[in-house]
């Protein structure tokens, strides 16, 4: 099966070397001609475990093609996937702009049936406005083509997403009839042999399903910091707590853990546009509301910590801050807590070393000159007044702290993942505060 996936970014590349992995024969296009040459030169233009090797290993099969033509892949394509973003607008909702010009590029384009596909997160109801799309552009060509409009929202955790993608936990399919069904059910059969399970359904629940799943993680870790931030008020551990809760199953113990705030690209704006979505059929998705609170609140919780021990003064102090990228794994800086962080500090007359295992580049590119790029974590430490962990890579969770305690200017950390050993640490003379301790508040 020849597919073709609109849209070279997380998804839209993540999806298309994993398909051509299991052996479909993959076109990938993009408008960023300098994203599309540097692919074909095996560069690519994000950070992903794994990715680097598929990606080469199935250009060199000629499987996996790239180009900003797509005129010219599309002939022979059953399936044509778009995978563009979806911004957050103005007022919150998802901006449907790249989208639609695609839907509306393909009607232009398309010479055969094909299915086309919405692998990027949009609200309820867009299949029909893409179908409008793609109909105006045939209308205009005097045409009459048929063709599927479906759902497939993709689930892919950055850091994770070849993993994912290879073995999901579910494939979430929406579509309208048996011919798109069964189509995309061989396409995806390689994925399901070991049981991963294919969900069908109608179109609008496919799409509200995405929303719904990341505005749900969201809220676990709003109320685990809200939780969190009383267990420090009151004098319980927040550590303890979590287990004691994520060992009943009606919970789980997966996605209970407090911290600075989500970021990245996705769960902002997918909460942002659920609300408005929520809006736009009169109805007030409270919850949300206070998620979203809670979490711009969070961002600020460790410059908070940290104004309160100096007495509000940072001046002229040097801070480390261990990560930048949104979480690990990954070196996207979309949405980061730590681009907060360093913002409050530099406000307040600081002066800020970072140091990330991979989001080095990107994070240049938010930050400018403000901020010292360390060679590595301990370098970022030297005479440093604290370190502040921000994103919990493998690589901080052993540090030498003999080392640190000589080189810094005071033993101080401040840690926004509650990745170390608060009784070790004292133990060690450092002064400790983490998220939800006991007496660090
Ligand atoms: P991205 O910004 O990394 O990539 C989008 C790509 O689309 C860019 O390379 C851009 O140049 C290209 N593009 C824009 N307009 C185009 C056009 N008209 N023709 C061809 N290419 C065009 O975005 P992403 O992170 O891959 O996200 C894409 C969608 O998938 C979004 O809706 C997002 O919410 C959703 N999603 C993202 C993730 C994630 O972890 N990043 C996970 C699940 C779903």
């Not at 997918?270 to 979490?295: C, F, M, P, S, W």
Request: with cysteine; proline share 4%; hydrophobic share 40%.
């Amino acid at each position: 099966m020849k597919v073709v996936i609109v849209g070279t970014g997380y998804v839209g590349l993540v999806t298309g070397a994993c398909l051509a992995e299991v052996g479909t024969e993959v076109v990938c296009v993009d408008v960023d001609a300098g994203k599309i040459v540097r692919l074909q030169n095996n560069m690519l233009p994000i950070y992903e475990p794994g990715l680097q090797e598929i990606v080469k290993r199935n250009q060199q099969d000629d499987r996996l093609l790239f180009t900003t033509d797509l005129a010219s892949a599309l002939p022979g394509a059953e399936v044509v996937f778009i995978a563009v973003g979806t911004p957050p607008g103005e007022d919150g909702s998802a901006d449907l702009q790249y989208v639609l010009q695609v839907a509306g590029q393909i009607g232009q384009l398309m010479e055969h049936y094909l299915v086309i596909v919405t692998k990027s997160t949009v609200p309820v109801g867009t299949a029909v406005q893409v179908n409008r799309a793609v109909k105006e552009s045939l209308d205009a060509r005097q045409l009459i083509l048929d063709y599927d409009v479906a759902s497939n929202p993709e689930f892919l955790k950055e850091g994770a997403a070849v993993n994912d993608f290879m073995k999901p936990d579910r494939i979430v399919v929406g579509v309208n009839t048996t011919r798109a069904r069964h189509t995309l059910e061989q396409l995806y059969r390689p994925f399901l042999l070991n049981g991963h399970p294919i969900l069908f359904m109608d179109i609008a629940s496919a799409e509200m399903t995405k929303y719904a799943a990341n505005a749900m993680l969201a809220t676990r870790i709003s109320y685990m910091n809200d939780i969190a931030n009383l267990c420090g008020l009151a004098g319980a551990d927040i550590d303890q707590v979590r287990k004691g809760i994520g060992s009943d199953p009606r919970i789980g113990k997966h996605f209970l853990y407090p911290g600075i705030g989500y970021g990245g690209s996705c769960f902002p704006k997918d909460v942002k546009a659920l609300i408005q979505t929520g809006r736009e059929y009169g109805y007030h998705l409270r919850i949300l509301d206070a998620v979203e609170a809670v979490n711009e609140d969070q961002k600020k919780i460790l410059f908070r910590k940290i104004l309160r021990h100096f007495d509000g003064d940072v001046r002229n102090k040097k801070f480390a801050v261990w990560g930048l990228s949104f979480k690990p794994n990954t070196d996207d800086m979309r949405e980061a807590p730590s681009l907060v962080l360093i913002d409050s500090l530099l406000e307040e007359g600081a002066i800020v070393s970072v140091y990330d295992p991979v989001a080095m580049d990107e994070a240049s590119a938010c930050l400018g000159n403000n901020v010292t790029f360390a060679e590595d974590m301990y370098s970022a430490a030297e005479n440093a007044a604290a370190i502040l962990l921000v994103t919990e890579w493998n690589t901080f969770r052993m540090p030498d702290w003999q080392r640190l305690r000589k080189t810094m200017q005071s033993p101080l950390v401040f840690d926004g993942r509650n990745i170390y050993d608060d009784v070790q640490l004292i133990k060690l003379g450092f002064t400790y505060y983490g998220i939800g301790k006991a007496n660090t508040t």
